[in-house]
């Protein structure tokens, strides 16, 4: 992450500038352009992405991790759209009256593993209004999940514990916060195959959501 901080006013103008305050489900490509492409964006495609970290800086000298995992399903088209015109404003705006002045967000979007081509999008720890903004609208809403009895939401939970390192946890024993915005339950299994296939590691190793869970809590507030 670098070294800038949220502004609010420059993030209003900027808004209006680049169309967020009229997005819409309708025009959504407008705003989040990998859905006119059809594709993850290459820097947050799962494959090759070991680690995102969190880290101190001049700036932010005792950074708080916060995870926003968005599910990007065909039933959650509206969740983009209110964070980008002015629901991502306000979370940082609570965060920071809430007393967590050095707070840093990454944005992982999910999906189905089961019926998805990019089941996990992963972006970068942040601070500043321009590069939140530039992460989330990189982020591709792929609109798909299917009739079976969840989503992935496990995808999130085992980056966490597995692929994130934070000043927070290393230097003060402190936890980050993991928020899910979904609307399904969780799918349960998660094969040796699908984490290969979506980590592009063949040495990867599947999991239940109940262990993942147990084990993404040591470090996270889920």
Same mark, same amino acid.
């Given at each position: 992450?670098?070294?800038?901080?949220?502004?609010?006013?420059s993030?209003?103008?900027?808004?209006?500038?680049?169309?967020?305050?009229?997005?819409?489900v309708?025009?959504?490509?407008?705003?989040f352009?990998q859905?006119?492409?059809?594709?993850?964006?290459?820097?947050?495609?799962?494959?090759?992405?070991?680690?995102?970290e969190?880290?101190?800086?001049?700036?932010?000298?005792?950074?708080?991790?916060?995870?926003?995992?968005?599910?990007?399903?065909?039933?959650?088209?509206?969740?983009?759209?209110?964070?980008?015109?002015?629901?991502?404003?306000?979370?940082?705006?609570?965060?920071?009256?809430?007393g967590?002045?050095?707070?840093?967000?990454?944005?992982?979007?999910?999906?189905?593993? @089961?019926?998805?081509?990019?089941p996990?999008?992963?972006?970068?720890? @942040?601070?500043?209004?321009?590069?939140?903004?530039?992460?989330?609208?990189?982020?591709?809403?792929?609109?798909?999940?299917?009739?079976?009895?969840?989503?992935?939401?496990?995808?999130?939970?085992?980056?966490?514990?597995?692929?994130?390192?934070?000043?927070?946890?290393?230097?003060?024993?402190?936890?980050?916060?993991l928020?899910?915005?979904?609307?399904?339950?969780?799918?349960?299994?998660?094969?040796?195959?699908?984490m290969?296939?979506?980590?592009?590691?063949?040495?990867?190793?599947?999991?239940?959501?109940? @262990?993942?869970?147990?084990?993404?809590?040591?470090?996270?507030?889920?």
């Amino acid at each position: 992450m670098g070294g800038t901080s949220y502004n609010y006013a420059s993030r209003s103008t900027r808004a209006t500038s680049l169309g967020y305050t009229t997005a819409s489900v309708h025009n959504i490509e407008k705003v989040f352009v990998q859905k006119a492409k059809g594709m993850a964006h290459e820097s947050m495609k799962s494959q090759g992405i070991t680690i995102r970290e969190a880290r101190d800086s001049d700036v932010h000298p005792n950074t708080f991790p916060v995870i926003i995992g968005l599910d990007m399903t065909g039933s959650m088209h509206d969740i983009p759209v209110m964070l980008i015109k002015d629901g991502l404003p306000k979370i940082v705006s609570q965060i920071i009256q809430g007393g967590v002045k050095d707070v840093a967000l990454l944005f992982i979007a999910i999906g189905d593993h @089961e019926v998805d081509n990019y089941p996990l999008q992963i972006g970068q720890f @942040e601070s500043g209004d321009e590069e939140l903004d530039l992460w989330l609208t990189r982020t591709f809403p792929e609109g798909g999940g299917g009739a079976n009895e969840g989503e992935s939401y496990g995808l999130i939970h085992n980056f966490a514990a597995n692929n994130i390192v934070t000043d927070a946890w290393e230097k003060r024993g402190q936890k980050g916060v993991l928020i899910m915005i979904g609307d399904e339950p969780s799918l349960d299994h998660y094969p040796d195959a699908v984490m290969k296939e979506i980590t592009g590691n063949l040495q990867a190793k599947g999991f239940t959501q109940d @262990e993942i869970l147990e084990k993404v809590r040591e470090k996270w507030n889920v």
